[in-house]
């Protein structure tokens, strides 16, 4: 069975274990043609819709491939669903365990491209930094089962019984604990792909990636102060890339690439490579390495 079959017959499995509560749908999550750009899309059937989890079918298929079953994958899938269903349910209803207490330190900031977002961010508090918005999460993760998160509402808030800036200043806490890092984009790609197409990288070791340990709306590292950024970063400028929600990638300023330049290859990836739900702007930010800030560009 191809990849194409094998996915329609993945998603019609998981539709019939999980029953007529959910709606199981196949989405090109990186708008590509591999298996790793495909996940599933599991919902509520009823209500607005709302995602519950995202899976990644290329573990299944590369087991299907092997001859081996692919009963471990859907199993963890359910778990995953079932879990999510729980979080969504308790933090909607404002029903977790001693309340704000309870969820604080599972609290952490998301960048969003305020421009494409007007709707999403009239339901949410939040606050301006450069041109985005900085958003709220509730994130948790579950052992054998993945990393969820849940974005903290005006209603969810008011249920919590907090200020934005009481928000602000516990994710801005919880940020600085998040183990974020800036590594070569060179070493990661040696580590996550073949020799040969990481070969094709082996001579450009200027570009930067910075992101947390989850990988998950990574780009609020952007509010991690100059102290991290001058200590990881040093004085050189940077232009610094908003890829996507999950990450940044700075190039050297003094680079032969022009600001433009740099704008255009960011515009190409978010139309041939994300999602919309993952896009954070169109433009690229600079790290000004005297002063230790990012800034806009203009």
Same mark, same amino acid.
């Given at each position: 069975?191809?990849?194409?079959?094998?996915?329609?017959?993945?998603?019609?499995?998981?539709?019939?274990?999980?029953?007529?509560?959910?709606?199981?749908?196949?989405?090109?999550?990186?708008?590509?043609?591999?298996?790793?750009?495909?996940?599933?899309?599991?919902?509520?059937?009823?209500?607005?819709?709302?995602?519950?989890?995202?899976?990644?079918?290329?573990?299944?298929?590369?087991?299907?491939?092997?001859?081996?079953?692919?009963?471990?994958?859907?199993?963890?899938?359910?778990?995953?669903?079932?879990?999510?269903?729980?979080?969504?349910?308790?933090?909607?209803?404002?029903?977790?365990?001693?309340?704000?207490?309870?969820?604080?330190?599972?609290?952490?900031?998301?960048?969003?491209?305020?421009?494409?977002?007007?709707?999403?961010?009239?339901?949410?508090?939040?606050?301006?930094?450069?041109?985005?918005?900085?958003?709220?999460?509730?994130?948790?993760?579950?052992?054998?089962?993945?990393?969820?998160?849940?974005?903290?509402?005006?209603?969810?808030?008011?249920?919590?019984?907090?200020? @934005? !800036? *009481?928000?602000?200043?516990?994710?801005?806490?919880?940020?600085?604990?998040?183990?974020?890092? +800036?590594? #070569? $984009?060179?070493?990661?790609?040696?580590?996550?792909?073949?020799?040969?197409?990481?070969?094709?990288?082996?001579?450009?070791?200027?570009?930067?990636?910075?992101?947390?340990?989850?990988?998950?709306?990574?780009?609020?590292?952007?509010?991690?102060?100059?102290?991290?950024?001058?200590?990881?970063?040093?004085?050189?400028?940077?232009?610094?890339?908003?890829?996507?929600?999950?990450?940044?990638?700075?190039?050297?300023?003094?680079?032969?690439?022009?600001?433009?330049?740099?704008?255009?290859?960011?515009?190409?990836?978010?139309?041939?490579?994300?999602? @919309? !739900? *993952?896009?954070?702007?169109?433009?690229?930010?600079?790290?000004?390495?005297?002063?230790?800030? +990012?800034? #806009? $560009?203009?």
């Amino acid at each position: 069975m191809d990849f194409n079959g094998f996915i329609k017959d993945f998603c019609t499995q998981v539709q019939k274990r999980l029953g007529e509560n959910y709606l199981v749908t196949v989405e090109n999550i990186r708008k590509g043609r591999e298996p790793g750009d495909y996940a599933l899309c599991v919902r509520n059937a009823a209500g607005e819709g709302k995602a519950l989890a995202y899976f990644s079918v290329e573990e299944a298929y590369s087991d299907h491939q092997r001859g081996l079953s692919i009963e471990p994958a859907l199993d963890k899938l359910l778990e995953k669903t079932r879990c999510a269903s729980r979080f969504l349910k308790e933090t909607e209803s404002g029903r977790m365990s001693s309340g704000w207490k309870g969820v604080k330190d599972c609290v952490y900031p998301m960048m969003i491209w305020p421009g494409r977002n007007r709707e999403l961010l009239s339901m949410l508090p939040h606050r301006q930094f450069l041109d985005l918005s900085v958003g709220y999460i509730i994130r948790r993760t579950y052992p054998g089962v993945g990393t969820i998160a849940v974005k903290i509402t005006k209603d969810l808030q008011k249920l919590l019984g907090i200020t @934005e !800036e *009481e928000l602000y200043q516990q994710a801005l806490k919880n940020l600085k604990e998040d183990h974020y890092q +800036i590594r #070569n $984009m060179a070493e990661i790609i040696r580590e996550n792909f073949t020799e040969e197409e990481a070969e094709k990288f082996a001579d450009d070791d200027s570009l930067l990636v910075l992101t947390n340990e989850e990988k998950w709306y990574g780009a609020a590292g952007v509010l991690l102060g100059k102290d991290f950024f001058q200590r990881t970063l040093g004085r050189r400028s940077y232009y610094v890339i908003p890829s996507s929600i999950h990450e940044l990638m700075f190039a050297p300023a003094d680079t032969i690439w022009e600001e433009e330049e740099v704008n255009w290859m960011l515009r190409q990836v978010n139309r041939e490579q994300l999602s @919309e !739900e *993952e896009w954070l702007n169109d433009h690229v930010y600079i790290y000004n390495g005297w002063t230790g800030e +990012i800034e #806009n $560009m203009n």
